[in-house]
Each structure stands twice: as C-alpha cells, then as structure tokens.
C-alpha cells in the first residue's frame, strides 16, 4: 500500500512566526510533489509543486524535498491567522497519472 | 470555463436511490479525476481519465460506483442504490496531464437519508 504520512495536528503557531509542516511517503520512485491547502468547507486549492532535490520557494512559501529520505516539509513565513487551513501533501504514484494525499495537518495561527 | 465546474453543489437522496454527479473540466485538461471526501477525512481517489486510454477504476469502492468521460470531456460519476456510507463530499479535478498539480472542483456534498 503506496502511502503518504502527516502529522495530523494541530499545529498552533504565533502570528509572524514559521510554520513547519512536515509528510513522509513511502514510493521511492515518486517524482512529483505538492502541497495544497484547505480552508474548512471548501475545496483543496494548489499552494506549491516541487520536483527536485531541495527548496523551492514562493513568497512566503518554501517547499523542500530530500528524495533519498522520502521527505516532503513546506514552511511558512511570517505566518498570518489567513494561513489557519488545513495542509494536504501529495504525491504522484504510478507514472504521474495518480496522486495519493496525505490526511493532512491542520495549522492554527495565533493572532 | 476558467475553472472545474461541478454540478449538483448539493444532493439530498434517499437510500436506495441512483445519483448521477457531473464534472465539467478545465478547457485542454488532458486528465480528470474523482476523489471522495467524509467528514474530517482524508481524500479517497476514486477513478481517473488521461485522455483516450482506459480509465483507472482501481479506486472505486464498489461495483455499485461508476464513472465515464464522454468526448475526453465532461465527466458523470454515478452511484447506484446508495447507501448512508455513501454521503461524502465528491470533487472532481483536472489537469494538464501527469506530473502536473491539480484544479479541484468545489464538489458535490451528497447525503443519504
């Protein structure tokens, strides 16, 4: 069973501060990952992508990936109480063609 | 459209009953996929579409659920005889293709009295 694993919460963070969400996956073959985040009733929403070894970032947003430890961490900076959603990590299995969620964490952002 | 279009946003039906669900994708989005959601749940995939190859049903939880993409197009998920397990919001993504990100649809809440 090819799976993705979070900590499922919750995360409270001050506001200004980092958030630091962390996911493991266990198909050592996956090539592409993604983050997404979910406010409550409504639908995921792409927030980063990554495919290479590294960091990657995006305004206050820096995803990184370390292939060889099956690690997927996305950070946020100067968090904001508009950042309390909950975080979806998400690996592409199979070719790319099926991507596998984790159950998310969920982030509390303290004003 | 700009985005995923899903149709009903809402669906009360009583057990026992068929439901068809609709998804509309991203113009040129190669590939279309169903996940299922319950309550303070993860995503469940379901089935997916890549273009003209055969559909990947291995998600399906039963052979009550079933799924077809008319013209590389418009999706119809249908759910026969539902049962109360069956209520879950359904979403409906697309995407350029594999390897890339999703655009998700803003679902189908479905309940099973």
């Known amino acids: 069973q090819k799976e993705v694993e979070q900590n499922s919460g919750p995360l409270s963070v001050p506001e200004g501060a980092i958030a630091s969400l962390n996911c493991t996956y266990s198909d050592r073959v996956s090539q592409s990952f993604f983050w997404y985040r979910q406010y409550s009733g409504k639908s995921p929403e792409l927030i980063m992508s990554i495919y290479s070894n590294g960091d990657k970032e995006d305004g206050r947003f820096t995803a990184q990936l370390n292939k060889a430890s099956q690690y997927v961490s996305l950070l946020i900076r100067d968090s904001q109480p508009s950042d309390s959603a909950t975080y979806l990590c998400?690996?592409?299995?199979?070719?790319?063609?099926?991507?596998?969620f984790g159950a998310g964490t969920r982030l509390f952002v303290k004003a | 459209g700009a985005g995923v279009s899903q149709s009903p946003s809402n669906k009360v039906t009583e057990k026992g009953k068929d439901v068809e669900l609709r998804c509309d994708p991203i113009?040129?989005?190669?590939?279309l996929y169903w996940y299922r959601q319950s309550l303070g749940q993860g995503l469940e995939f379901l089935i997916y579409f890549q273009g003209n190859s055969a559909p990947d049903k291995s998600g399906l939880p039963s052979d009550r659920f079933s799924a077809e993409r008319t013209g590389g197009s418009v999706s119809t998920l249908t759910i026969q005889r539902t049962q109360q397990e069956d209520s879950a919001v359904y979403l409906c993504a697309s995407s350029p293709g594999p390897n890339y990100g999703y655009t998700f649809g803003s679902g189908t809440r479905l309940t099973v009295v």
């Open positions: 998400a690996v592409n299995m199979d070719g790319g063609f099926k991507t596998i």
């Open positions: 113009s040129g989005h190669t590939a």
